[in-house]
């Protein structure tokens, strides 16, 4: 057994699911013919969740825990947990069981085949409601026409990489405002996909509520298309193009321009709101330059357990 297998997993108050994940994993994994671990990330858990994971490591040499100082959200924890991994495949989860560890012997099939980057893919996802399902198919949708990386529909935050594009993301994508699976699509090498039915939450509620998920999709957008900053170039068209054509209508029918205060109101609130919503996409733009440029830290470690 000289393969090892790092599997991530980051957790935000999940101590009702967490023994379970441990008891299901561990079993999936004890019959594989690969060395493993468990990377725990705690991102700054409220609840029992800490002390749940230093009672595994403490029975497990093979449960690693980094904590954070406070919570830094899901993204800088699956970050954090690939920068301690040391494994030469690595496995993200989710710590409520809806990403199914026996998908994990197929992903090493893969691995073994020379495949670099797997994405899971969702057929079906249970907990999620219809909302959450049509919001995510237009978003999709959206971002793989306005952007210039392609997005596969469905893919989660379930993947594994080699260790060669763990060291790839680690140098090179250490970005503030970050979409880990957007960069994990688009480093290229040998991919694979494999479909895997998400089951429901074992325990505790799903963390990302649509406002959170909102503000997420707007910053993928902005992180991976400029297409929304030539919105101005074509507003900019679009009003000369009307101009002319009230010049032109003005001249032909010499009746003066069409009359009336509703007109003037009208124009001025639609042109303004244009205006104003140009500037507005354009301070977001600023915004993450702006955090870019104050180089904070994507997480802070308070401690950690089983890490040399
Ligand atoms: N999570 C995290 N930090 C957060 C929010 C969530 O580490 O600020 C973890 C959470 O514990 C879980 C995973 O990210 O392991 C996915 O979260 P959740 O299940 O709430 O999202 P959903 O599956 O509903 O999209
Ligand atoms: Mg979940």
New binding site residues.
């Given amino acids: 057994m000289d393969r090892k297998v790092s599997v991530v997993?980051?957790?935000?108050?999940?101590e009702k699911?967490l023994e379970e994940f441990y008891r299901e994993t561990g079993k999936v994994l004890n019959e594989l013919d690969w060395d493993y671990e468990l990377v725990f990330?705690n991102?700054?858990?409220a609840d029992g969740s800490l002390a749940i994971l230093d009672s595994l490591a403490e029975r497990d040499s093979r449960v690693k825990v980094v904590s954070f100082s406070r919570?830094?959200?899901?993204e800088?924890?699956?970050i954090a947990g690939l920068d301690y991994s040391s494994g030469d495949a690595v496995v993200c989860?989710?710590?409520?069981l809806?990403h199914p560890p026996e998908c994990i012997p197929r992903i090493l099939e893969k691995m073994a085949q020379g495949y670099e980057v797997i994405s899971m893919v969702r057929t079906k996802n249970k907990?999620?409601g219809l909302v959450k399902n049509i919001t995510s198919s237009g978003f999709y949708w959206l971002i793989n026409h306005i952007s210039d990386v392609h997005f596969e529909p469905n893919a989660?935050?379930f993947f594994a990489v080699s260790r060669h594009v763990v060291q790839v993301l680690k140098d090179n994508y250490r970005e503030k405002v970050r979409f880990l699976r957007g960069y994990v699509q688009n480093v290229g090498f040998r991919k694979a996909t494999i479909e895997y039915e998400?089951r429901a939450?074992v325990a505790?509620?799903?963390?990302?509520s649509l406002k959170k998920?909102f503000i997420f999709s707007i910053n993928t957008i902005l992180c991976f298309s400029n297409m929304p900053l030539k919105l101005g170039i074509y507003a900019g068209i679009f009003s000369a193009l009307l101009g002319v054509a009230v010049i032109v209508y003005t001249l032909f029918t010499r009746q003066g321009a069409p009359s009336g205060y509703a007109t003037i109101v009208v124009l001025i609130c639609f042109m303004f709101a244009m205006m104003f919503a140009i500037i507005g996409i354009i301070g977001e733009y600023i915004a993450i330059l702006f955090t870019e440029l104050k180089d904070r830290p994507i997480y802070i470690v308070d401690r950690t357990r089983n890490v040399e």
């Fill in positions: 997993v980051s957790v935000y108050n999940e699911a990330v991102d700054g858990s919570n830094f959200g899901h800088a924890a699956m989860m989710d710590a409520d809806q907990s999620a989660s935050d998400a939450r505790g509620e799903s963390k990302y998920l």
